[in-house]
């Protein structure tokens, strides 16, 4: 290294600890509006033969940092991640450091430990102390394609040795709101985009239970086996929550896999004020819980959860000598999933967990739902918008519906919708998104900082209406 390294280093530190320790700049700019063509003529991309010394290095750096999104912060509200707690974001640096890959607990003896430690509370929060089990996986997709494959496991039982060409054709009902992992997973397993079926939801974008009863008996008919069910607990679009109960006794009737996608939603498990909209998860079969979603834990911190212990074992573990020394050990991890070198993502969520205790844990996700409740209020104070739905977890949906627009068909107030979230954007200093439920676009705000303030949220209001009124009519 050459003797500049120096800079570099004390650079990094600065940046670390600007990031963690400067207040909270709500004029920020978040996103700077370059398409690829030009940010391709301002960023240095290509790659000489000669390397670069640390000065010249930082600026490169520097380059990247300021044409990057502004992701820690408050009013970064377009994805389902977003502002971090900061213990979680000095464990993160610390598994840089370690360099630890978590597939045996001979090389990673602590952080599997950890790992199971974590896995242990969690299923416990769902199917009580002492049962279930689990793994960290690089996220919901992977760990949604996880629930296929084991319910392949349990009801096409040739399948590992012979594969899916003597077995009947498969049914795996979903909801019209579900994740698109779904839509990728049946096709990397082999099932086909065939045997998806699209369950309706309802107004409120719940999975419609009459609907999915009717297209279960007709999945018999056909001589299709029923395979997987899938609740979701905190849809992408718009949050809301499917009535597990009822999907879980619809599962059981009809000896379905009933697998819950709480990537985004899990989290209220955490609040005694908040855990009954999951009720029913307890029946699951597997669970999908993300943390660098709801809880602020850096990416990737995902898990997938199972109600009986001995399946991940029997649907993964391999013989490789090599590298796993002992049949049936339950603490190599790298036996209970698909993944080879495996970064241990528990360990962040060990650390801000016990910085923070069950209670802070609690009033994390309890100040996120209060303050999408707070939001919802003023879009309904206000004559000029209107709310999807009461907010069942911290998404919040609306549009930009003034009585001037009763001449206008759903058509053109889609598209205008659009427009505002786009004229937002651009200007860098909020970032949202928008959902299309149904045939109607809404404007999302997904709130993922408890610190959120009424002023902050009133500002978000103003910005929606003061870009609307400017959009030429």
């Not at 050459?2 to 800079?7: A, L």
């Not at 240095?44 to 820690?72: E, R, T, Y």
């Not at 009580?128 to 793994?135: A, C, L, M, W």
């Not at 074992?313 to 049936?328: G, P, Q, T, W």
């Amino acid at each position: 290294m050459d003797k500049q390294f120096d800079d570099l280093v004390r650079f990094i530190t600065k940046f670390i600890e600007r990031s963690l320790l400067e207040e909270t700049d709500n004029d920020r700019q978040l996103r700077l509006n370059y398409s690829p063509e030009e940010l391709e003529k301002i960023l240095p991309l290509s790659i000489a033969n000669k390397g670069l010394d640390s000065q010249d290095i930082l600026k490169v750096i520097n380059q990247v940092i300021d044409h990057s999104v502004v992701f820690d912060h408050p009013f970064f509200m377009n994805q389902m991640f977003g502002k971090v707690q900061p213990i979680a974001f000095i464990a993160d640096i610390l598994l840089s450091l370690l360099n630890i890959s978590s597939y045996t607990y001979e090389v990673a003896p602590a952080m599997t430990l950890i790992e199971k430690e974590i896995v242990s509370n969690l299923t416990a929060k769902i199917w009580g102390k002492g049962q279930g089990d689990g793994v960290f996986t690089s996220g919901g997709s992977l760990s949604n394609i996880n629930a296929l494959f084991l319910a392949r496991e349990r009801y096409l039982k040739n399948s590992k040795q012979k594969g899916l060409f003597n077995e009947k054709p498969v049914s795996i009902f979903i909801s019209d709101q579900a994740h698109y992992s779904f839509t990728k997973g049946v096709n990397y397993l082999g099932f086909g985009l065939d045997s998806l079926v699209l369950i309706p939801s309802d107004n409120k974008a719940k999975i419609d239970v009459n609907y999915l009863n009717k297209a279960i008996d007709k999945s018999k008919k056909e001589g299709r086996v029923p395979l997987l069910l899938v609740g979701i607990a905190g849809t992408t679009m718009s949050g809301s929550y499917d009535d597990l109960q009822s999907l879980a006794n619809i599962a059981k009737k009809n000896n379905i896999w009933f697998h819950v996608d709480a990537a985004f939603g899990g989290s209220f498990l955490f609040s005694k004020k908040l855990k009954d909209r999951l009720k029913g998860i307890e029946h699951a079969d597997s669970v999908t819980w993300n943390f660098h979603k709801v809880m602020g834990i850096t990416i990737s911190a995902a898990s997938f959860l199972t109600k009986e212990k001995s399946v991940l074992n029997k649907a993964f573990s391999v013989d490789a000598n090599y590298l796993f020394h002992k049949k049936d050990y339950d603490y190599d991890l790298g036996q209970k999933t698909l993944q080879g070198g495996r970064r241990p993502d528990a360990f962040k969520l060990w650390v801000s967990w016990k910085y923070h205790g069950n209670l802070g844990f609690a009033k994390h996700v309890e100040k996120l739902h209060q303050a999408a409740l707070t939001l919802a209020t003023l879009i309904e104070e206000n004559k000029d918008l209107t709310l999807f739905a009461k907010p069942e977890s911290s998404i919040v949906c609306f549009n930009y519906t003034p009585n001037k627009y009763k001449h206008k068909s759903l058509e053109e107030i889609n598209e205008i919708n659009k427009e505002i979230r786009t004229r937002i954007i651009n200007k860098g200093k909020i970032i949202l998104n928008y959902s299309q439920i149904h045939d109607t676009v809404y404007l999302r705000c997904v709130l993922l900082d408890p610190e959120f303030t009424n002023k902050q949220l009133s500002h978000i209001i103003e910005t929606v209406i003061n870009t609307a009124e400017a959009i030429p009519q």
